[in-house]
């Protein structure tokens, strides 16, 4: 069951940018950034086309995040889980409360 009432805790920030908790399916039939948020493991979902195959999922992750920030994708790391469907991300250049926004408007569409 997805629900979207507290995907805020999905994002922290930091000195150096915003962290976001992300739960990645890849090889899925259409493209969501973000799906929906799943509160038990406080992670913001999302759906990819391309397979975890040669880094193919995680750079469709970045590029994806990167168009919906407005930001460069040179901006977005993979702070943790790189080879994992669970993944945490470092986003430089939005602020916490821009995240919020964004994303808040997506989950709620």
């Known amino acids: 069951m997805m629900t979207y009432m507290s ?17 990645v399916t890849p090889g899925s039939r259409s ?3 973000p799906s929906g948020y799943n509160e038990w493991r406080k992670r913001i979902a999302v759906k990819l086309t391309k397979n975890a195959q040669k880094g193919k999922a995680n750079e469709q992750l970045i590029e994806s995040l990167a168009e919906l ?3 460069s994708s ?3 790391l993979i702070n943790s889980g790189a ?3 669970k993944k945490s991300l470092l986003i430089k250049g939005i602020s916490y409360q821009q995240a919020v926004s964004v994303l808040g408007a997506r989950l709620k569409e």
């Open 7 to 23: 995907f805020e805790e999905a994002i922290k920030t930091l000195d150096s940018g915003i962290i976001i908790e992300i739960e």
């Open 31 to 33: 493209l969501s950034v």
């Open 69 to 71: 920030f407005g930001i």
């Open 74 to 76: 040179s901006e977005i």
């Open 83 to 85: 080879t994992s469907s």
